[in-house]
């Protein structure tokens, strides 16, 4: 079932609902309350289904293969180009890219950085469509909340914009945008201002 993000753009997951009220007041303030989104699967089993089948649907495919396989090479790729990932165990295997997409301050712009990391990451999806890319936006504390949580929109997009100009589908595609509200650094310096302006990567497998 997909989750409800309290912070919902244009872009985001079919299924997200405004709430009542100002959203910047129930913007998520700790990691934890930013999951990955989790996809559907169309096929319906009955009670007693569910029942015989929940211990091995977790750990396997339709066709029997382990869930993780596919994810396990696409680590082995990524470790290939060079590109820092770390691994999240779930319910599957999810791959949080280490290095972040940065951008200058109150500007929405690729850098030459970024869209090296982008063209990396284009030639392991590419040939994956079983695969998702999921685009958070965030901010520094500069300026405006408002015009924060937009500009950590636009950032997303413009990720996903790139991504899908060089060819990926979008419905490998995901972005959403968090705004000011969870900084991985200290907003009290420039630097750190600096490291919150950014667009961090997830990848994770939507079919299998």
Same mark, same amino acid.
């Given at each position: @079932?997909?989750?409800?993000?309290?912070?919902?753009?244009?872009?985001?997951?079919?299924?997200?609902?405004?709430?009542?009220? %100002?959203?910047?007041?129930?913007?998520?303030?700790?990691?934890?309350?930013?999951?990955?989104? /989790?996809? #559907?699967?169309?096929?319906?089993?009955? &009670?007693?289904?569910?029942?015989? /089948?929940? $211990?091995?649907?977790?750990?396997?495919?339709? %066709?029997?293969?382990?869930?993780?396989?596919? @994810?396990?090479?696409?680590?082995?790729?990524? &470790?290939?180009?060079?590109?820092?990932?770390?691994?999240?165990?779930?319910? +599957?295997?999810?791959?949080?890219? +280490?290095?972040?997409? *940065?951008?200058?301050?109150?500007? $929405?712009?690729?850098?030459?950085?970024?869209?090296?990391?982008?063209?990396? !990451?284009?030639?392991? @999806?590419? &040939?994956?469509?079983?695969?998702? !890319?999921? !685009?958070?936006? *965030? &901010?520094?504390?500069?300026?405006?909340?408002?015009?924060?949580?937009?500009?950590?929109? @636009?950032?997303?997009? #413009?990720?996903?914009?790139?991504?899908?100009? %060089?060819?990926?589908?979008?419905? +490998?595609?995901?972005?959403?945008?968090?705004?000011?509200?969870?900084?991985?650094?200290?907003?009290?310096?420039?630097?750190?201002?600096?490291?919150?302006?950014?667009?961090?990567? /997830?990848?994770?497998?939507?079919?299998?």
């Amino acid at each position: @079932m997909l989750r409800i993000i309290s912070l919902c753009t244009s872009l985001l997951l079919v299924g997200c609902v405004q709430h009542g009220g %100002n959203l910047l007041d129930t913007a998520p303030k700790t990691k934890s309350d930013t999951p990955y989104p /989790t996809f #559907e699967d169309p096929y319906t089993e009955t &009670t007693e289904q569910e029942n015989t /089948t929940d $211990a091995t649907r977790a750990l396997t495919g339709p %066709n029997g293969e382990l869930k993780d396989d596919d @994810m396990r090479k696409v680590s082995e790729q990524l &470790t290939d180009l060079g590109v820092v990932y770390h691994e999240v165990s779930g319910d +599957q295997l999810v791959i949080s890219i +280490q290095e972040k997409v *940065h951008f200058s301050s109150a500007k $929405a712009e690729l850098t030459p950085l970024a869209t090296n990391l982008l063209d990396k !990451l284009i030639s392991v @999806m590419s &040939t994956k469509p079983e695969l998702a !890319l999921v !685009l958070d936006g *965030h &901010t520094d504390v500069t300026g405006n909340p408002i015009k924060n949580q937009n500009l950590s929109e @636009m950032r997303s997009n #413009e990720v996903r914009r790139y991504l899908l100009t %060089n060819k990926l589908n979008a419905s +490998q595609l995901y972005s959403r945008g968090f705004g000011e509200y969870l900084p991985l650094c200290d907003n009290e310096t420039m630097l750190g201002r600096k490291c919150n302006r950014r667009v961090e990567i /997830t990848i994770l497998k939507i079919h299998w």
